[in-house]
């Protein structure tokens, strides 16, 4: 059978389950012919000389073939003629790729079970031109101030069971979650009174959502957000009151899982594999042409893919010299790799928030910035499938700033951070304490840029520092949540196609609380304007702000290749 291999976020909601997506045929995908008739004409009078001549023309005709009709799925999709049989048509995803303990992406976000999210449907989503769309959302406007949006909702979407999908499941969904711990609450905090009902300060009924009727949700904001329906993108409903009448873990549970979108757990076993099967009670608007997904133990690796045993594989900065070099050097490889670009920026965080006095020290952190030599350490180690970070947001992403690259925590000058040093105290780093660098479950390249760190910070400041590699849950906690960590490296990578996405992670009620709160009087007046010169203009120089800080290092926006087997056609990216 032929297989396809995702991870991460690849899926973004309904990358190759919608209708339009993929399918899977053989290499002999019909093409336009080019077809040569032969024209005999009798008579050409040639106007100079009165003698009749014969001559052969060659007339090019074009003949695009007929795609006969494919077989048609439970959800009435037909599958193009040259497609493989129905039975084939699935999405094959490696086990274990996040290995948590929940089923649904509203109860924990970062320690889910596994990776894609075709049993829920999402509020919003975004095509391939990372424009938003209306999934369970229809269409949306905002209050003429600005205080909240009122969203229309698709009226023919179910649950597997039958029961209608209303403004109260989407609340309810909300409600629950930050109210129970949820480990990405932060993303949602510009819903009204979010914020105090995932502190436990207000009641989850305070949360600022309200049914207008069974298909008009009001979202109230504590501020204007221009941006809000794109945060629906990871908004996934669950039933009203599922955690109560289904009770605990029913999303891993396929006796009792009830879904919103366009698939249904139908097996779960972390040791064999899981599996999800198409959802006929689906009508809304990514509907598939995909039977089915599964979750299993897969080949991996290039010669996987050449063997034809997976059908789509990454080749970038985390991939072994070799295989960089076969791709680059064959025709074929070349002929079915598809470039990328930086859509996430990796990073250094200092923890400045009171808990390590010599890290809240400017000149120190300014200090450790300078001593790294940043393109050079890139060009080294990422062959070529990186950029140089300047600031959070990647090269090409909107408002991204070059002239970052000018401010000073950005310009490698190690005389420079050693008088830093000396200046706050630690002549040649003596004195200094030997921090931890927590790291979450580094690849290859990500380990050798913080040895190089570690490195550059012995040989310049004298400073030394531990690695400590951590799995993903100590990591969050200690980074994210108690927020001990002195020091770590991690990347993060866009939700949607707007400064925010980035740039939120760094509000006072952010992922990384900026320790200057004087930095939100900057950010959140533009972040709340509709105005996009206006916006882009403030953004801009909150995002200065956050480099001058050097409170964080961006070190390097990584990107890279897919390659695409001939026989899994349409998948649109």
């Given at each position: ?20 997506g ?21 008579k ?23 795609m ?15 497609a ?51 999934v ?169 893919y ?93 408002n ?38 927590y ?12 040895e ?75 972040n ?20 001058e ?5 961006f ?19």
């Open positions: 059978m032929s297989k396809k291999v995702l991870s991460r976020r690849m899926f973004l909601r309904d990358v190759g389950i919608a209708a339009a993929v399918f899977l045929s053989s290499c002999a995908t019909p093409e336009t012919q080019i077809v040569k008739e032969t024209v005999e004409v009798e050409i009078v040639e106007k100079t000389v009165e003698v009749e001549v014969e001559k052969t023309v060659e007339k090019i005709v074009e003949v695009t073939p007929t006969v009709p494919g077989e048609i799925n439970a959800l009435g999709e037909m599958l193009p003629g040259n493989l049989p129905l039975v084939d048509q699935f999405i094959l995803l490696g086990i274990g790729t996040t290995g948590g303990g929940y089923g649904h992406i509203m109860e924990s976000l970062y320690n889910r079970a596994f990776e894609h999210a075709g049993g829920a449907e999402t509020f919003t989503s975004l095509d391939t031109d990372m424009n938003v769309y209306g369970g959302a229809e269409s949306w406007e905002p209050s003429a101030d600005g205080a909240y949006w009122d969203f229309k909702l698709r009226k023919e979407l179910v649950f597997s069971d039958g029961s209608p999908i209303t403004a109260q499941d989407w609340i309810y969904t909300m409600r629950w979650s930050l109210s129970n711990g949820y480990d990405f609450a932060w993303f949602y905090f510009d819903i009204k009174n979010a914020q105090k009902v995932t502190a436990g300060e207000l009641s989850p009924e305070e949360l600022g959502m309200e049914a207008i009727d069974d298909y008009t949700l009001r979202i109230y904001t504590e501020a204007p957000v221009p941006y809000l329906p794109m945060l629906g993108v990871w908004f996934e409903v669950m039933k009203a009151n599922a955690q109560d009448e289904l009770g605990e873990n029913w999303a891993l549970d396929p006796d009792r899982y009830v879904s919103s979108g366009p698939f249904i757990l139908t097996k779960f076993d972390r040791s064999i594999g899981h599996k999800w099967e198409i959802n006929e009670s689906y009508k809304g608007v990514r509907r598939p042409y995909m039977i089915e997904i599964r979750e299993e133990t897969l080949p991996t690796g290039l010669p996987a050449i063997a034809g045993d997976i059908q789509t594989y990454a080749v970038g900065a985390s991939s072994p010299a070799a295989e960089v070099a076969l791709v680059n050097s064959n025709p074929i490889l070349r002929s079915e790799s598809h470039p990328g670009i930086a859509t996430s920026t990796d990073y250094l965080g200092f923890n400045t928030l009171g808990l390590y006095p010599e890290l809240a020290n400017p000149d120190v952190r300014l200090a450790l910035c300078k001593a790294i030599d940043k393109e050079t350490l890139v060009g080294q180690i990422y062959q070529g499938f990186a950029h140089p970070a300047w600031g959070i947001l990647p090269k090409g992403f909107p991204y700033n070059p002239a970052l690259k000018d401010v000073d925590a950005n310009i490698y000058d190690p005389e420079k951070a050693k008088d830093l040093m000396a200046k706050a105290g630690f002549p040649d780093g003596v004195g200094f304490p030997k921090f931890e660098l790291i979450r479950q580094p690849d290859t390249k990500q380990l050798a840029i913080c190089a760190i570690q490195a550059r910070w012995k040989e310049n400041l004298g400073v030394e520092i531990e690695l400590r590699p951590s799995d993903f849950q100590s990591f969050t906690s200690a980074s994210f949540g108690e927020k001990t960590a002195p020091m770590y490296y991690v990347g993060y990578a866009q939700d949607y196609n707007d400064p925010a996405t980035f740039l939120n992670v760094f509000r006072s009620t952010g992922r990384h609380p900026h320790a200057d709160e004087s930095w939100d009087a900057v950010y959140n007046p533009a709340s304007s509709f105005d996009p010169a206006e916006r882009f203009a403030g953004m801009k120089e909150a995002e200065k702000l956050l480099v800080s050097a409170a964080w290092f070190m390097v926006q990584p990107f890279g290749t897919s390659l695409w087997s001939c026989s899994a056609q349409g998948w649109a990216l």
